[in-house]
């Protein structure tokens, strides 16, 4: 069993930064590849970032694409999602999740690929 805990959402303006991170239990963290989704009110749950299980390799939704970036310390059982350029439709809670199984862009990119689920952190763009 995994559990993931994320943090470091908050309120934002518009145009700023923030870091998202998850930290994973266990000790076959760096056995998974990782991903981010975000659901805004209303809305179905979307795939935002993904990343392999040896970091080499990273995916992003066209959406964020070139001003979020995803990585991961293994060492520390962490993957991060570091957000820049905000806009208030970046609104969202934000989850990580973990896939056993490994898989190319498409694969990842689908949230039924993923095993476990963190319990969200939000993230609150104003205007």
């Known amino acids: 069993q995994v559990q993931l805990v994320e943090s470091g959402g908050g309120l934002v303006q518009a145009g700023g930064s923030q870091r998202l991170s998850c930290v994973a239990s266990?000790?076959?963290?760096?056995?998974?590849?990782m991903g981010w989704f975000r659901q805004a009110p209303g809305k179905e749950r979307e795939f935002v970032a993904a990343i392999s299980w040896s970091g080499g390799s990273t995916y992003y939704a066209d959406s964020v694409k070139g001003r979020f970036t995803i990585s991961r310390d293994n060492a520390k059982n962490t993957v991060y999602l570091q957000m820049n350029s905000l806009k208030p439709e970046d609104t969202a809670v934000y989850y990580c999740a973990a896939a056993t199984r490994r898989g190319g862009s498409y694969y990842l990119a689908q949230s039924r690929s993923y095993d476990y689920w963190g319990q969200g952190t939000q993230v609150t763009v104003s205007s």
């Open positions: 266990g000790r076959t963290f760096s056995s998974y590849a």
